[in-house]
């Protein structure tokens, strides 16, 4: 059974910075792309980043140049690191284990509990 377990969300200011981590279980870690979606109350998820087994990367262009996404197979642990955060990255944050086809992460039905990000202004 896979468990994936966010963690390291909060209430930060304008221009701080978070590290999200998501604790992952149950399968082979490394084999599988892995991704952060975010969702705020009445909308849909979207995505926020992603990393193949390979390491390629892949961002919402909202979020390019402030978030890093990474990961440590000996950990199976993926990271979400967010400088510069802005009061519209407000949201619950999720992490996805997923496929990687066509250039782009495609989401399994895997999800973690997510965890709260808030941003004050």
């Known amino acids: 059974q896979v468990q994936l377990v966010e963690s390291g969300g909060g209430l930060v200011q304008a221009g701080g910075s978070l590290r999200l981590s998501c604790a992952a279980s149950g399968s082979i870690f490394s084999i599988y792309s892995m991704g952060w979606y975010r969702q705020i109350p009445g909308k849909q998820r979207e995505f926020v980043a992603s990393?193949?087994?390979?390491?390629?990367?892949n961002y919402a262009d909202s979020v390019k140049g402030r978030f890093t996404i990474s990961r440590d197979t000996a950990k199976n642990t993926v990271y979400l690191q967010m400088n510069s955060l802005k009061p519209e990255d407000t949201a619950v944050y999720y992490c996805?284990?997923?496929?990687?086809?066509?250039?782009?992460?495609?989401?399994?039905?895997?999800w973690g509990q997510g965890t709260q990000v808030t941003v004050s202004s």
């Open positions: 996805n284990r997923g496929t990687y086809y066509g250039g782009s992460h495609h989401p399994l039905n895997y």
């Open positions: 990393i193949t087994s390979g390491g390629n990367t």
